[in-house]
């Protein structure tokens, strides 16, 4: 028995943000690893270079962001090629950010509109100026070379 055990310490020291009530720096990290299941033709979509929606087998409604069901009449969709030039239905830009976009503000979010389909795709304009981006104007799509598999693989640039 050692009644004078110790645990051994180290010399690091903590990111102290505030003292009442306590906040504290802590690294933290995860491998989040899961499955696209439905949505995977979407993404395998953009790593070749394709926009995947979706259109009702039913109704012929057809949504920019794919859906497994129509949100119109509740039947199944299939999967259609959307076009890669569209207009830009409204734009916001953003001074503030998630973490993983912080460092790239200010950067514009749009919402595009594409002819034969009811829905709006939201996506990232590339290439104009804070304040440039204008209602109706003219985008396509473009596609990281690299593909991620997220849905920023795709963004757009005035056309
Ligand atoms: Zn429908």
Redesign the pocket.
Known sequence: MNRNAKLPENEEGTVLFNIDPIIIKQHYEIDYIHSYAQDSPFFAGLAAGRLLGSR?A??D?TFATPRSH?M??G?TTDWVELPLHGRVHTWTTCYFGGEAFLKETPFTLILVEFDGVDTLFLSRLVGVEPGETEIGMQVKARFLRNAKFRATDVYFVPN
Do not use: D
Request: glycine share 12%; with cysteine; aromatic share 12%.
């Open positions: 009702c039913a109704c409604y129509c119109e009449c039947g």
